[in-house]
């Protein structure tokens, strides 16, 4: 055993010499630092951290070797560490002798590193070793043999730990050795605070306690909370972060076994052998160290706290050691205490005393570094009491006290030590409406919400609970500070005002009256409060859950006046009243009126009569459907009146009352409208007009009329001077059938309206003229001609007023139209030997317009050519040539030979240029000549007007 054990420290030897030279003189392997080393598989770190347990497990020699490549790169090295690297080989036995090894020299590995380290790890136990050093032995009290165990009854908890739950535990490491962690939770340890190891007071390497897994597996099987403390040596923030980092890595696999704060604990700034003493931090520095590591544990999700003496931690004077007590602490010169309370860091205060002294919070005391426990065996233990907050009690007798419109106001029972009330208020959906604390035992939930808007609604209910808090900063196990909530209240607001108190009208009677109004929400009922002026109040006459209610037994034409308010229960039980409403003051009305109709009516006029009564006017309305077009105030001394500017042809609705205005009133008060209905006549219908006509029918035509149900045709009788029904329809064309051609006719068109049985016709149309056409004419003719006028005649048309004369070029465009009243006619100014078609027909005159009988067949005819101009004689020998101007149209020139002593002209030739040559004339002897143009027209030659004559001598 003795020969193992010696080869594995051997081994342990060559393995660090090799790591040491390797770290140290290999340019290609880099510096490791603290925050990488804890990169590090979590096995190699575990066993790296502490040189003294690289023995405890093979595998750390075969990871380091490998890890640093010590066999893949042999010739990489020089010498010296070749040679340590074969006595590394040869030294490594079998992993099974290794093992056999380990656990028979488990307590031999103890007493050497309990002897190498016991200097360096004095400080390390607890905080009396710190105050010993750093505060005068005379400010201390002796300590009671009763702090040697858990939960000393002598010992002093500040009044502001008064409302914590007491938790006693304790704060060990490797110096305790192996706990029985079963034997301590049975003689009281509920908690244990478990170093998870340091950072060298010498070489600031960093380690892990090698109590530390066995410590946190064991408490946590055993049922102890758990929380981690680490012995700082940093002397910067980089090393507090490294550190905190190695703690994380440490303690992450145990994550849910830790229940209880992560504490950061730096010691031995006032011993000269530990590398701290070197820092010489000021108090901002060394505050930000600590805050290093406790902000980087926050951010990893673990609660994180400090650990230090009250000097540390406080100002520490002869008022601090003498008291009286409790002391309102200032910070000290150290840390930032301040600070640490607001970033909520929890602080662990080591004291040896019967109390802490101060007034300032804290969550655990360590009260004794002397402590004896079951199943601890090894060195004395700290003793520590943590303080948990826990649950005020329930809140009871919350009930509502009072309500306005828009608050509501409630009370409950004080809880004992509470410091304050955290009140919820929801609507019936549970969303929350408003919630807040408040230190008294009673509360008023006001108007408005953060928006500004109203929070609360008239008549509204509410759920409203209630629970108690204490107020403290810190909870090391999650423990809630909030009490149970109250029982559920249900609240309600006060109803709104009642809104919309009115009398209708037609509810008053001379004796009763109704009043109604607009439901207001959350109300249980309403009261009915009636002025009473010998009181000078209102007073309640009834109440009643409806929005309506009849009064009766009223008197007659008398003022009263009501107002109305809502109610509902506060605790079920309490009335509470909403506002009253606005005053409605009404009257008893007077009679209704009597033999109220309709006397008569016209296409735009009703006229109504009715019975007198005793009023101050009457009221007269009239409706179109349900419009109010007219508003008409009579005269108290009429009965009758006429509504006129109505829309004819239309049904109206026509309602009378009669008012009174009471003395020192100015508002009228009514009677109750009776009403009376009737139409307007129709309108008397225009534009009548016959729209077609033949010889023995007429069609009559009329614009449409509102309101009409028919229409009815009246003729006028030439027998009886009267007119005489026609027909009736419903249209608005009717066809009169039967006639005698070329006849006129007299009509009038109505139209009436069935209304309730009855017609009602209105005025008959202005009297219309109508006639039917005339026969054809015959025999137009044209009985003259000239070169520039046609005569026409025809035959007589029997009953015609007269004759329209109508002229058309040879393309049938019109060019001329008269009427005349004779059967002859000469159309004037026509153009020579031009064609022209004529149409006459003959007409009766009606009211409107002319009837036309049809037209004679078209006439085609032509005018005569024009006369001869500019005949010329020219005699040579026996030869004459006449020449003349051309006529426009002609078809030829017709020659002749005058006789001067017989006055006779003969047609010697005809021709169709306006020249001629005449031969063989005798010598000596005058001749006579004249020239006319022609045109042949339907084989028939029509001859113009001969020219001038001519005469000329042949030699």
């Not at 590995?109 to 105050?131: F, H, K, P, V, Y």
């Not at 600031?204 to 408490?219: K, Q, R, V």
Request: hydrophobic share 35%; charged share 25%; proline share 2%.
């Amino acid at each position: 055993m003795k020969k193992k054990l010696v080869s594995m420290m051997m081994v342990c030897g060559l393995a660090l010499a090799i790591f040491a030279k390797v770290r140290t003189e290999d340019p290609q392997i880099p510096e490791v630092t603290a925050e990488e080393e804890i990169r590090e598989p979590e096995e190699v770190i575990r066993k790296e951290a502490d040189l003294q347990t690289i023995i405890n497990d093979e595998k750390t020699i075969s990871i380091d070797v490998k890890r640093y490549d010590v066999e893949e790169n042999e010739a990489s090295y020089d010498e010296e560490t070749l040679a340590i690297i074969d006595d590394l080989k040869n030294a490594v036995e079998t992993p099974e002798e290794i093992e056999k090894a380990m656990q028979e020299s488990d307590e031999v590995e103890r007493t050497l590193r309990a002897q190498r380290e016991s200097e360096a790890q004095m400080s390390e136990a607890g905080g009396i070793r710190l105050i010993q050093a750093e505060v005068p032995e005379e400010m201390m009290r002796p300590l009671r043999t009763e702090y040697t165990t858990i939960a000393d009854k002598n010992l002093i908890h500040e009044s502001q730990t008064q409302k914590c739950k007491r938790v006693y535990g304790v704060d060990v490491s490797h110096w305790q050795d192996r706990i029985n962690w079963t034997k301590a939770k049975a003689a009281g340890v509920q908690f244990a605070i478990i170093k998870v190891g340091g950072r060298s007071v010498y070489d600031g390497s960093l380690y892990y306690d090698s109590e530390y897994y066995h410590n946190i597996e064991g408490a946590h099987e055993a049922g102890v909370k758990i929380g981690i403390y680490f012995f700082s040596q940093d002397l910067n923030t980089t090393e507090a972060k490294a550190s905190a980092n190695y703690v994380i890595n440490k303690i992450e696999p145990y994550r849910s076994f830790i229940t209880y704060p992560v504490f950061y604990d730096m010691e031995g700034e006032a011993n000269s052998d530990y590398r701290i003493s070197k820092a010489n931090f000021t108090k901002a520095e060394r505050t930000k160290v600590w805050c290093t590591f406790c902000d980087t544990i926050k951010a990893a999700g673990y609660t994180p706290g400090t650990y230090s003496s009250y000097s540390s931690y406080y100002d520490y004077s002869a008022k601090d050691k003498n008291g009286p007590f409790p002391i309102d602490s200032k910070d000290g010169t150290r840390v930032d205490t301040t600070l640490f309370e607001q970033k909520g860091y929890y602080i662990w205060l080591a004291r040896y005393f019967d109390r802490t002294g101060t007034s300032r919070k804290y969550n655990m005391w360590q009260y004794s570094e002397s402590g004896t426990v079951s199943g601890i065996a090894g060195h004395l233990t700290d003793l520590d009491v943590a303080y948990i907050p826990v649950k005020p009690g329930q809140v009871t007798g919350l009930k509502q006290t009072a309500s306005t419109e828009d608050s509501i106001t409630f009370e409950w029972k004080r809880v004992d030590l509470a410091d304050g009330y955290y009140y919820r208020v929801t609507d019936k959906a549970g969303t929350v409406l408003a919630a807040g604390k408040t230190v008294d035992t009673s509360f008023t939930l006001t108007k408005l919400n953060k928006s500004g808007n109203a929070l609360l609604q008239a008549g509204s209910t509410y759920q409203i609970a209630v629970r108690a808090y204490y107020d403290a900063a810190y909870t090391l196990d999650g423990t809630n500070l909030y009490g149970k909530y109250s029982e559920v209240l249900t609240a309600t607001t006060r109803p709104a005002q009642v809104q919309n108190l009115s009398s209708a009208l037609e509810n008053i009677k001379s004796d009763r009256l109704t009043l109604s109004w607009s439901k207001v929400t959350g109300a249980k009922g309403y009261q009915i409060r009636l002025w009473d002026a010998s009181k000078s109040a209102y007073v309640t006459l009834q109440e009643t859950t409806a929005t309506t209610v009849t009064l009766t037994g009223l008197k007659p034409q008398t003022r009263y006046v009501y107002r109305v308010r809502a109610y509902n229960y506060i605790n079920g039980k309490t009335k509470t009243v909403g506002l009253s409403s606005e005053k409605c003051t009404t009257f008893t009305k007077l009679d209704t009126i009597k033999q109220f109709r309709v006397l008569s009516n016209s296409a735009t006029a009703v006229r109504l009569s009715w019975s007198a009564q005793s009023v101050d006017a009457y009221q007269l309305l009239a409706y179109r459907g349900s419009t109010l077009e007219q508003k008409i105030i009579i005269d108290k001394t009429q009965t009758q009146a006429v509504v006129r500017g109505l829309k004819s042809g239309t049904e109206y609705t026509f309602k009378i009352r009669g008012y009174f205005v009471p003395a020192g009133e100015s508002a009228r008060w009514y009677a109750v409208c009776v009403a009376a209905k009737m139409t307007t006549k129709p309108a008397q219908p225009v534009k009548l007009t016959e729209t077609s006509a033949t010889t023995g029918k007429i069609t009559l035509g009329w614009e449409k009329i509102t309101g009409a149900t028919q229409y009815q045709i009246a003729v006028y009788d030439t027998k009886t001077a009267k007119y005489k029904t026609l027909a009736y329809t419903t249209k608005t064309a009717y066809t009169v059938t039967g006639l005698k051609s070329n006849k006129r006719y007299r009509y009038k068109v109505r139209a009436y309206k069935t209304y309730n049985g009855t017609r009602y016709y209105g005025a008959y149309s202005a009297e219309y003229v109508a006639a039917t056409k005339a026969a054809k004419l015959q025999n137009l003719q044209v009985t003259d001609r000239t070169d520039h006028s046609q005569t026409l005649t025809w035959s007589k048309v029997s009953g015609a007023q007269g004759y329209q004369v109508l002229v058309y070029d040879k393309k049938d465009v019109l060019v001329f139209k008269t009427f005349v009243k004779t059967t002859g006619y000469t159309v004037e100014n026509l153009n020579p030997a031009y064609e022209y078609h004529f149409k006459v027909r003959a007409y009766k005159n009606a009211t409107d317009k002319k009837v036309y009988g049809a037209c004679c067949d078209l006439l085609k005819s032509i005018t005569k050519p024009a006369k001869v101009t500019g005949l010329e004689a020219t005699a040579e020998g026996q030869h004459l040539t006449l020449t003349w101007t051309k006529t426009a149209r002609t078809s030829g020139y017709r020659i002749y030979q005058y006789d001067s002593v017989a006055k006779k002209s003969t047609l010697i030739a005809t021709t169709a240029d306006p020249t001629f040559t005449i031969d063989r004339l005798q010598s000596g002897k005058e001749y006579h000549y004249r020239v006319a143009a022609y045109r042949t027209f339907a084989k028939k030659n029509y001859i113009g007007s001969a020219s001038s004559i001519v005469s000329v001598t042949v030699e």
